[in-house]
Nanobody
Framework: QVQLVESGGGLVQTGESLRLSCAASGSIVSIWTIGWYRQAPGNERELVASISSGTRTNYADSVKGRCTISRDNAENTVYLQMNSLKPEDTAVYYC???????????WGQGTQVTVSS
């Protein structure tokens, strides 16, 4: 079994920064791809950023230039540095990882990010 535990969410003001962390533990050979998704009330869950095992990154257009995703393979941890936060970034942020063996997908429980105007 694999667990993903997110941390780092909170309440900030417009223009401030947050750093989210997601630590994976359990039966992990390696993490194929890991990333962050978010879901605001009434909206579908959407990709924010992802990073492959080869450190190739992918960002949603809405966060390009403001967010940076990185991973620590030794610690099975992924980070999302979010700068210049906007009220529209308010959402629950979820970590998702594709784990080997088996290429199974796992989700974290989510962490709330609230940006006040």
């Amino acid at each position: 079994q694999v667990q993903l535990v997110e941390s780092g969410g909170g309440l900030v003001q417009t223009g401030e920064s947050l750093r989210l962390s997601c630590a994976a533990s359990g039966s992990i050979v390696s993490i194929w791809t890991i990333g962050w998704y978010r879901q605001a009330p009434g909206n579908e869950r959407e990709l924010v950023a992802s990073i492959s095992s080869g450190t190739r990154t992918n960002y949603a257009d809405s966060v390009k230039g403001r967010c940076t995703i990185s991973r620590d393979n030794a610690e099975n941890t992924v980070y999302l540095q979010m700068n210049s936060l906007k009220p529209e970034d308010t959402a629950v942020y979820y970590c998702k990882a594709i784990i080997l063996p088996g290429f199974r997908a796992y989700w974290g429980q989510g962490t709330q990010v609230t940006v006040s105007s």
